[in-house]
């Protein structure tokens, strides 16, 4: 089993930053990809980022690439997802999912945590 929890969403202007994380817990950590989703209102879930524990790994939808940053304090059981140069349709509710592979898609994701609003004002 693992236990993922979101925190670090917010309200932002257009252009601003906001760092989300996602603390897990639980065994074999070291086993699991950690994955970033997000579904705006309306709109099915998308895949956002993903790295492996170790961090040696990493991947990223092609409109946030160079924007958002993944990265990982495997001190603190942590991922971290850096947005940068956030835009209005940045807007969702996000997420962070554990797998045991590099996966896109979110229905090979086992371990989902509660999400996080991120509003961006334009």
């Known amino acids: 089993q693992v236990q993922l929890v979101e925190s670090g969403g917010g309200l932002v202007q257009a252009g601003g930053s906001l760092r989300l994380s996602c603390a897990a817990s639980g065994r074999t950590l070291s086993s699991y990809y950690i994955g970033w989703f997000r579904q705006a209102p309306g709109k099915e879930r998308e895949f956002v980022a993903t790295t492996s524990w170790s961090g040696d790994i990493t991947s990223y939808e092609d409109s946030v690439e160079g924007r958002f940053t993944i990265s990982r304090d495997n001190a603190k059981s942590t991922v971290y997802l850096q947005l940068n140069s956030l835009k209005p349709e940045d807007t969702a509710v996000f997420y962070c999912?554990?797998?045991?592979?590099?996966?896109?898609?979110?229905?090979?994701?086992?371990?989902w945590g509660q999400g996080t609003q991120v509003t961006v004002s334009s």
């Open positions: 999912a554990a797998a045991t592979d590099l996966y896109y898609n979110d229905y090979a994701y086992d371990y």
